[in-house]
């Protein structure tokens, strides 16, 4: 049997009474002994454990007015992921979508929990957009890394919000306003669109994809020689009292997006390591790529840098979320308003809206391709992860989100979409070269670890994008058995020995394992 292995109260980092309220709730409809302890170690586990620090600005009743602040690290990696917090606490959302639960004082400690999570992010972004990760304000963690990043971040102080690394991820960015967009719709409000930060931060986001579209030989009039001589990494000029100078002067309110966006800057990245997926090829630069309507992405969801520069599943993710948070933005301004605040939202909802418009076209201009089909000699059109512009492309799938499989629950394609089905069934073989079969499971993995190990994430999404009942029991059931008597989801774990996993403490997949099983409580309740 799997162990309770919930810390004790008293050892929590935060703890919510509405939470405990649905965690309850849920478990008494479940069947399953083990399935049952297992959800009611993991999907609090986020709030748990991984709430670094918070301050939910109590002292303002006003929604609008309030601006809290949440810290949210990985697990057993002291940083704030972008795209890790958001799904570590999309999960809760789920609690605040009951009307009648609003008024209490639980719902309230709960929607300014993830309220400041979100502005927390927003400050992030604002302070460096090609950042991945982030040290909170009051952490006392030094990051080890020398990396040379283009456009440098900040000088790193502490005491400060700081950089842990900066891959410029474009899933990164668009978690920001996908975690918008799903708190606005859960909870009926909408307080962040009066937060100055936020809009500016939405505005920045626009902005690098924006410029995240040009092709190479766009960028390469303007690169200098060497790139990295004229403004170098924080990391190389942290404890220089005057190049930090120069940098906090570059950084002020009025600049960042200029400095950030202006024709010069062009992202690149070069790490001194070992491992090739961690640093980028042609001085930082990575692999050329022609404007075609996609935004590029340095680096994948997990990690690792990218073949080609455009990532279809972080451009189907994007476009999306593109759409969506400007719908909401639509619906709160008036064609006969005179207010600059609606003005400027009513600009920034247009473009947003031309943007998602625009992605989602070229993701299936670009993005579908034929290839052999299973069967025989014959074609069939799939989604490529990866494209250049060019026509090359990438036939593979990793088990981080966004992914390919996971396209019908970014709400990018319907389940039955005959695209998205051949998709499926590739991404599922051994056509997909990071898709791994042993005696212990079965699923998809990538380069971040390696051959031979499946992610627990992959399984997960798998059974949310299955209307198949026998094909998700397979995979609940191999979820049980594949936490090595921990309790607990791991990062990955090696397709024939459960016992060898990495990342003993990863909150985000613990939390989609949480909303695995909601889903399933709200759709086939007969399977738990």
């Known amino acids: 049997m799997l162990p309770d292995a919930r810390p004790r109260l008293k050892h929590r980092r935060f703890t919510s009474p509405l939470i405990e309220k649905h965690l309850a709730d849920a478990a008494l409809r479940m069947r399953d002994p083990e399935l049952r302890t297992l959800f009611r170690n993991c999907w609090p586990n ?34 704030c992921w972008l795209r890790d917090s958001s799904n570590q606490v999309i999960p809760y959302l789920s609690a605040l979508s009951t009307p009648k639960d609003r008024s209490s004082p639980h719902w309230f400690a709960l929607y300014r929990l993830i309220l400041g999570t979100l502005y927390a992010q ?3 972004i604002l302070h460096h957009p090609y950042s991945n990760a982030f040290i909170p304000p009051s952490s006392t963690v030094i990051p080890g ?18 950089v842990w690394e900066s891959k410029y991820e474009l899933d990164s960015l668009i978690s920001f306003l996908d975690l918008s967009v799903k708190l606005a719709e859960s909870s009926g409000r909408t307080d962040f669109l009066h937060c100055r930060e936020w809009r500016d931060a939405v505005d920045l986001v626009v902005n690098v994809c924006r410029l995240q579209q040009r092709g190479t030989s ?19 000029t942290e404890g220089d009292p005057k190049a930090g100078k120069e940098q906090e002067e570059k ?5 960042q997006h200029r400095r950030y966006t202006k024709p010069s800057s062009i992202y690149r990245y070069q790490r001194d390591t070992n491992t090739a997926s961690e640093t980028r090829s042609l001085g930082g630069l990575g692999e050329p790529a022609r404007r075609c309507g996609l935004i590029k992405s340095a680096f994948r969801p997990s990690d690792d840098a990218t073949v080609f520069q455009f990532s279809i599943p972080s451009n189907a993710f ?43 076209e070229a993701v299936w201009q670009h993005g579908v391709v034929e290839v052999p089909s299973a069967a025989g000699p014959s074609k069939e059109r799939v989604f490529a992860y990866e494209v250049d512009g060019f026509g090359s492309f990438a036939i593979a799938d990793d088990a981080n989100l966004p992914s390919l499989l996971s396209l019908p629950w970014l709400g990018f394609v319907e389940y039955t979409d005959p695209v ?44 949310l994008t299955s209307d198949d009942d026998e094909e998700i029991l397979d995979c609940i059931e191999q979820l049980k058995r594949t936490t090595a008597g921990t ?22 997949v613990n939390g989609l394992f949480g909303e695995l099983c909601h889903h399933l409580l709200n759709t086939r309740p007969y399977l738990l």
């Open 122 to 124: 927003a400050k992030c």
């Open 251 to 255: 950084c002020t309110p009025s600049g």
């Open 420 to 463: 998205y089905s051949a998709t499926r069934k590739l991404v599922l073989s051994h056509r997909n070269k990071w898709f791994f079969t042993g005696k212990i499971g079965n699923g998809v993995g990538g380069m971040h670890i390696g051959s031979g190990f499946v992610w627990p994430m992959s399984i997960i999404v798998r059974a």
């Open 145 to 162: 890394n020398t990396d040379k990043v283009h456009p440098s971040p900040p000088s790193n102080r502490l005491g400060e919000l700081r």
């Open 218 to 236: 766009e960028e390469s009039a303007h690169l200098p020689t060497p790139w990295w001589g004229s403004e170098k990494n924080s990391h190389k």
């Open 46 to 79: 986020t709030l748990d454990t991984t709430i670094f620090d918070y301050d939910l600005d109590l002292k303002i009743t006003d929604h609008k007015l309030c601006r809290p602040r949440t810290w949210v690290i990985t697990g057993d990696i002291p940083a």
């Open 318 to 360: 994007a476009s999306v979320s593109f759409l969506r948070l400007s719908d909401i933005l639509a619906s709160h301004t008036s064609t006969t308003t005179t207010s600059k605040e609606e003005e400027s939202l009513a600009l920034t909802s247009t473009s947003l809206r031309k943007l998602g418009d625009e992605v989602q």
């Open 487 to 508: 309790g607990f989801m791991h990062e990955s774990f090696h397709v024939d020995d459960s016992n060898n996993f990495t990342r003993s403490h990863f909150s985000w």
